[in-house]
Nanobody, 116 residues
């Protein structure tokens, strides 16, 4: 069955870094555009970063541009989100999503908390 399993979240101080991973199985990962979303308490889920199926094209929300980097390994079927210079407002549950035409798969999420 389809699985997207996020890992790497945790508690980090402002200015710190985390690297999230999302391991995929059960579908043709290399055909899917992959994305990271996040949802803070009381807020709607928002797109953070996207990467094309082959990894040649990426895009970012303005709020994370220059601080976050999305990447993927189509051999390991894994997408990553490197998060640097973290701010308290980055605190949220982070989800990965795979998209191909009208098909979307979501992971269960990993909590990121930025606090001193």
């Amino acid at each position: 069955q389809v699985q997207l399993v996020e890992s790497g979240g945790g508690l980090v101080q402002p200015g710190g870094s985390l690297r999230l991973s999302c391991a995929a199985s059960g579908f043709t990962f290399s055909s899917y555009r992959m994305s990271w979303y996040r949802q803070a308490p009381g807020k709607e889920r928002e797109s953070v970063a996207n990467i094309s199926s082959a990894g040649g094209s990426t895009s970012y929300a303005d709020s994370v541009k220059g601080r976050f980097t999305i990447s993927r390994d189509n051999v390991k079927n894994t997408v990553y989100l490197q998060m640097n210079s973290l701010k308290p407002e980055d605190t949220a549950v982070y989800y990965c999503k795979g998209s191909y035409r009208s098909t979307n798969y979501w992971g269960q999420g990993t909590q990121v908390t930025v606090s001193s």
